[in-house]
């Protein structure tokens, strides 16, 4: 029976962004902030230092957003991302040890959709 709905099939994304930038000089560490500043306004959340992820809710949003970073990309140091889907990215195992860290350890600023 067709109820005349379209189903909309959608398959979140989760990109990951590492970056690894010089801070030797006054304008890397400027590059270095306004790239993490940029990534944050972004709606990206640091799960570890220098390590950033921004969920997506199919492979065209994901694709923006990476076609985004790399518009804004500093020109020194390197940039990677990596694009998972959100069930791999679930089984990922958090294991931490005598180190505490105030980055995505609690629930605190967790969001559910």
């Given at each position: 029976?067709n109820c005349g709905?379209?189903?909309?099939?959608?398959?979140?994304?989760?990109?990951?962004?590492?970056?690894?930038?010089?801070?030797?000089?006054?304008?890397?560490?400027?590059?270095?902030?306004?790239?993490?500043?940029?990534?944050?306004?972004?709606?990206?959340?640091?799960?570890?230092?220098?390590?950033?992820?921004?969920?997506?809710?199919?492979?065209?949003?994901?694709?923006?957003?990476?076609?985004?970073?790399?518009?804004?990309?500093?020109?020194?140091?390197?940039?990677?991302?990596?694009?998972?889907?959100?069930?791999?990215?679930?089984?990922?195992?958090?294991?931490?040890?005598?180190?505490?860290?105030?980055?995505?350890?609690?629930?605190?600023?967790?969001?559910?959709?």
């Amino acid at each position: 029976m067709n109820c005349g709905f379209i189903v909309m099939s959608y398959r979140f994304m989760r990109v990951i962004v590492f970056f690894d930038l010089p801070v030797e000089t006054t304008e890397q560490r400027r590059n270095y902030n306004r790239f993490r500043k940029f990534l944050v306004k972004s709606g990206f959340v640091m799960m570890q230092e220098s390590v950033y992820t921004k969920l997506a809710p199919n492979a065209s949003v994901s694709d923006a957003i990476q076609n985004h970073v790399r518009e804004h990309r500093p020109s020194e140091g390197i940039v990677q991302m990596l694009t998972i889907t959100e069930k791999q990215f679930s089984r990922m195992e958090l294991l931490t040890g005598q180190y505490q860290t105030e980055v995505l350890d609690d629930d605190r600023g967790l969001v559910v959709l």
